[in-house]
């Protein structure tokens, strides 16, 4: 059985769910404070196959989501 690399079927999976996302109708997440990361950063989870959902966190600056961080379900908090 052949499985993508993980890096790469997360960037799919995260690109896919930001593609369906009305940012002008809602902004996905919730707001989260990380020391030493930008103030609006938001937090959403985005699920990757049968896994927990992993922990994206991203501010959207103009106009555009630049992902800063992701964390796996079961990796310790920062």
């Known amino acids: 059985m052949e499985l993508q690399p993980i890096a790469g079927y997360l960037k ?12 002008s109708i809602y902004i996905p997440g919730r707001h989260v404070l990380i020391k030493n990361l930008p103030d609006d950063l938001r937090m959403v989870l985005v699920s990757a196959g049968k ?28």
């Open 12 to 23: 799919n999976t995260i690109d896919v769910f930001f593609e369906h996302q009305d940012f």
């Open 51 to 78: 896994s927990d959902p992993y922990k994206v966190f991203y501010p959207i600056t103009g106009g555009s989501v630049e992902i800063f961080l992701i964390r796996h379900p079961h990796q310790k908090p920062i």
